[in-house]
């Protein structure tokens, strides 16, 4: 079988941002890149502040958060009123657990492709109130169909108190059929908080089609971002139950006012913000996605035909618009959180390429981003040199 052809170059898109030219930057997906237009104007409003920090935070600036708040919030498809920021998706995801007032016995509900940080907060959430929490497996080849089903069976109702799916997974690039997992939740009487992480920029779904009770999703990945920038948003009958993690001179604003406030921060970031996105529609939207979406593609078959993975053999994301991708590594490898830190440094260093790896289920597994300031020789580089790497162990 022949590989598919990589999409055509972004003409530029590399000059947008300040990233290292001596290094393929192939993981996108875990911190992101900020363009250098956004970290401009960051450092504009950083000017501003340090010209007057009194003024800065006294006068205007909840209402300037306000503003960037609802312009993220169109950007997303969320309502405005029920959209609220904060620092990230894992503080996000905070928000919500806290807020849910568990008791002894209640019970979380989540998958195996859940976000690691996502469910230490879980389990230090159910050892602080007495609730218990519950993996649902899901194997990696499942259908959405199945994807649905596992969820609708997993779920008691009356004792699951809250069910987190993510929308797009971190450590198997999956896209979840969210909307639907959505409607079965709701049909068996359980919230439900979708870590939707990766979704602003890269995916076309609107927060509200998605119908989640909380929705979760930064910003500071592919929708261009400075880091420290997520939005939380709540349906109508949670908001004035939502608490933030910090309480402080807002909280009887009422909500969503009280849970960005958390003193003295710098909030810069989420007002510059919407360059991020004027970034990404400069180069247009749709063009973007369908660029990473191919090129992740392309890098995700050429290193899998270099590691000897059948094409039938490599993880199919779930969507045309995923722009992240898995490929098998050889049984053995990576399989535990330490080797795979140890393996993705070690391709940093010796490769001078990062990406990410994740042990998963016993199966250890790297995953390459598509982003506009990728070429398709970053992958082939990659591809020529890995498997050398992987046999010198
Ligand atoms: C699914 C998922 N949830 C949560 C996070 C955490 O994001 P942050 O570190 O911005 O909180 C990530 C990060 O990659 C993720 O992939």
């Given at each position: 079988?022949?590989?598919?052809?990589?999409?055509?170059?972004?003409?530029?898109?590399?000059?947008?941002?300040?990233?290292?030219?001596?290094?393929?930057?192939?993981?996108?997906?875990?911190?992101?890149?900020v363009?250098?237009?956004?970290?401009?104007?960051?450092?504009r409003?950083?000017?501003?502040?340090?010209?007057?920090?009194?003024?800065?935070?006294t006068?205007?600036?909840?209402?300037r958060?306000?503003?960037a708040?609802?312009?993220?919030?169109?950007f997303?498809?969320?309502?405005?009123?029920?959209?609220?920021?904060?620092?990230?998706?894992t503080?996000?995801?905070?928000?919500?657990?806290?807020?849910?007032?568990?008791?002894?016995?209640?019970?979380?509900?989540?998958?195996?492709?859940?976000?690691?940080?996502?469910?230490?907060s879980?389990?230090?959430e159910c050892?602080?109130?007495?609730?218990?929490?519950?993996?649902?497996?899901?194997?990696?080849?499942?259908?959405?169909?199945?994807?649905?089903?596992?969820?609708?069976?997993?779920?008691?109702?009356?004792?699951?108190?809250?069910l987190?799916v993510?929308?797009?997974?971190?450590?198997?690039?999956?896209?979840?059929?969210?909307?639907?997992?959505?409607?079965?939740?709701?049909e068996?009487?359980?919230?439900?908080?979708?870590?939707?992480?990766?979704?602003?920029?890269?995916?076309?779904?609107t927060?509200?089609?998605?119908?989640?009770?909380?929705w979760?999703?930064?910003?500071h990945?592919w929708?261009?971002?400075?880091?420290?920038?997520?939005?939380?948003?709540?349906?109508?009958?949670?908001?004035?139950?939502?608490?933030?993690?910090?309480?402080?001179?807002?909280?009887?604003?009422?909500?969503?006012?009280?849970?960005?406030?958390?003193?003295?921060?710098?909030?810069?970031?989420?007002?510059?913000?919407?360059?991020?996105?004027?970034?990404?529609?400069?180069?247009?939207?749709?063009r973007?996605?369908?660029?990473?979406?191919a090129?992740?593609?392309?890098?995700?078959?050429?290193?899998?035909?270099?590691?000897?993975?059948?094409?039938?053999?490599?993880?199919?994301?779930?969507?045309?618009?995923v722009?992240?991708?898995?490929?098998?590594?050889?049984?053995?490898?990576?399989?535990?959180?330490?080797?795979?830190?140890?393996?993705?440094?070690?391709?940093?260093?010796?490769?001078?390429?990062?990406?990410?790896?994740?042990?998963?289920?016993?199966?250890?597994?790297?995953?390459?981003?598509?982003?506009?300031?990728?070429?398709?020789?970053?992958?082939?580089?990659?591809?020529?040199?890995?498997?050398?790497?992987?046999?010198?162990?």
């Amino acid at each position: 079988m022949t590989v598919p052809q990589p999409p055509e170059p972004i003409p530029g898109a590399r000059l947008l941002f300040s990233l290292d030219p001596s290094v393929s930057h192939l993981n996108h997906g875990s911190f992101g890149a900020v363009p250098i237009a956004v970290q401009r104007a960051q450092q504009r409003l950083r000017d501003e502040m340090e010209a007057n920090p009194l003024r800065f935070f006294t006068q205007g600036l909840v209402d300037r958060i306000a503003h960037a708040r609802r312009h993220l919030a169109a950007f997303l498809g969320a309502d405005p009123d029920g959209t609220t920021l904060v620092g990230n998706a894992t503080a996000g995801a905070a928000v919500v657990l806290q807020s849910l007032a568990l008791r002894p016995g209640d019970e979380i509900v989540t998958t195996d492709h859940g976000y690691g940080a996502v469910a230490l907060s879980v389990a230090r959430e159910c050892a602080r109130t007495g609730a218990v929490s519950r993996t649902l497996p899901v194997p990696l080849t499942a259908t959405d169909e199945e994807v649905v089903e596992i969820v609708r069976d997993g779920l008691r109702p009356g004792r699951t108190k809250l069910l987190i799916v993510d929308q797009l997974t971190s450590p198997t690039a999956r896209l979840f059929p969210t909307a639907a997992i959505v409607a079965v939740a709701r049909e068996r009487g359980v919230p439900v908080l979708v870590d939707a992480a990766h979704a602003p920029g890269m995916l076309p779904a609107t927060v509200a089609s998605v119908g989640a009770d909380f929705w979760v999703g930064n910003l500071h990945k592919w929708a261009y971002a400075p880091r420290g920038t997520a939005a939380l948003v709540v349906a109508p009958p949670w908001r004035e139950r939502i608490q933030p993690l910090v309480v402080s001179w807002e909280q009887d604003s009422g909500f969503p006012v009280r849970v960005e406030w958390q003193a003295t921060l710098d909030y810069t970031g989420w007002l510059a913000a919407p360059v991020g996105l004027f970034t990404l529609r400069s180069l247009g939207v749709d063009r973007v996605r369908a660029h990473n979406a191919a090129l992740a593609a392309y890098g995700q078959r050429v290193v899998g035909d270099a590691l000897g993975v059948a094409p039938e053999r490599l993880p199919e994301p779930g969507g045309p618009a995923v722009a992240m991708r898995l490929v098998p590594l050889p049984p053995g490898v990576a399989t535990t959180l330490d080797a795979a830190r140890e393996l993705r440094a070690r391709i940093a260093d010796r490769l001078s390429a990062e990406v990410s790896i994740a042990g998963w289920n016993g199966r250890g597994y790297l995953r390459l981003c598509g982003q506009v300031y990728n070429t398709p020789d970053e992958y082939d580089r990659l591809a020529v040199r890995l498997p050398t790497l992987l046999a010198q162990g």
